[in-house]
């Protein structure tokens, strides 16, 4: 039988899993475009913002797969700290 809450939380970090290769990807190809080095696309809101989110999912759902409390609170720290960082790309910070 197909347990469809651990086919959901794996869903998870995959889609944070493509989000991080997107993000990449998006990355290069905005570098691209302006002649810019990857290195400094890296560093800009277009990679940083969705880049973040991702690791954050991707958090979420190892935290929903911890074994134990200590590990569980560490991936939901984790996934805190990369929200936070979104939020302060989005803002401009």
Not at 37 to 45: D, F, H, M, T, Y
Request: with cysteine; hydrophobic share 60%.
């Amino acid at each position: 039988m197909i347990n469809w809450v651990e086919v959901g939380i794996n869903a998870l970090w995959v889609l944070g899993a493509a989000g991080v290769l997107a993000s990449f990807s998006y990355a290069n190809w905005w570098a691209h475009e302006r002649r810019l080095p990857l290195r400094q696309a890296l560093g800009k809101r277009v990679f940083q913002f969705p880049f973040s989110l991702a690791l954050a999912l991707t958090c979420l759902s190892f935290l929903f797969c911890a074994h134990s409390r200590l590990e569980g609170i560490l991936w939901l720290l984790l996934a805190i700290l990369f929200v936070v960082q979104a939020h302060q790309t989005w803002r401009g910070k």
